[in-house]
Every structure is written in structure tokens, then in C-alpha cells.
């Protein structure tokens, strides 16, 4: 079973530069695209940032764009979401999601097969 599991969530001040970590276990392509959503309470979850396997292209949101660097480490099967400068309105259920693909990458929920269980960012002004 492929398991997704997001660490690094909790209360910062505004301003402030946490990561985000997301290990990929089971039997999964560490060469897959992977991409990093948010969800703040009443509304739909957003693409955030996303990152191909095999050149590591990268999309984000315009939102975070210039703040937040997604990257990731195909030996440890991991990625990363680096936040930088952040505001009120990022605070969200942060959520990672593997897309079963190599190349290409996606902006939409329904493209990614498995998703971490959320962790809490709550910016405080």
C-alpha cells in the first residue's frame, strides 16, 4: 500500500519559513510527479505547487509564487515544500498527492491517485 505521510505543519508567525516533508512508502516509481495542495476551511482544495520526476519541473500557484520552493529527493523518495514569508491567508490543511506519471505535471486534484492525511499551517498575523 502506498502510504504518503506530511510533517512539518503547526503555528508560525507571519513572516516565517517553515518545510514541509512528505515520505513516499510502498510499492511506488520513485520517479513519479508529485504535487503539494492546500485546503482553509470552507473552500475547495487548491494546487499549491508541483514538481515532475524525471527533469523536476516545477508549477506554482501565483498566490505563493516567489515564496514557496517545491523540490524533492528521489533516494529518500521524498518531497519537499519550502515556505518562505508567510501570510495569513496561507493557513490551510496542507496536503501531498502522488500523479502516476514521469513527465508531466498537474494543477488538478483528480489527476493525483494517493494523498497524504493534511497537515495543519496556521499563520498567525
Known amino acids: 500500500q502506498v502510504q504518503l505521510v506530511e510533517s512539518g505543519g503547526g503555528l508560525v508567525q507571519a513572516g516565517g519559513s517553515p518545510r514541509l516533508s512528505c515520505p513516499v512508502s510502498?510499492?511506488?516509481?520513485?520517479?513519479?510527479?508529485m504535487g503539494w495542495f492546500r485546503q482553509a476551511p470552507g473552500k475547495e482544495r487548491e494546487s499549491v505547487a508541483a514538481i515532475s520526476g524525471r527533469r523536476g519541473s516545477t508549477n506554482y500557484a501565483d498566490s505563493v509564487k516567489g515564496r514557496f520552493t517545491i523540490s524533492r529527493d528521489n533516494a529518500k523518495n521524498t518531497v519537499y515544500l519550502q515556505m518562505n514569508s508567510l501570510k495569513p491567508e496561507d493557513t490551510a490543511v496542507y496536503f501531498c498527492?502522488?500523479?502516476?506519471?514521469?513527465?508531466?505535471?498537474?494543477?488538478?486534484?483528480?489527476?493525483?491517485?494517493?494523498w497524504g492525511q493534511g497537515t495543519q499551517v496556521t499563520v498567525s498575523s
Open positions: 498527492a502522488r500523479r502516476p506519471t514521469i513527465s508531466t505535471i498537474s494543477t488538478m486534484t483528480a489527476s493525483y491517485d494517493y
Open positions: 510502498g510499492p511506488t516509481e520513485r520517479s513519479y510527479s
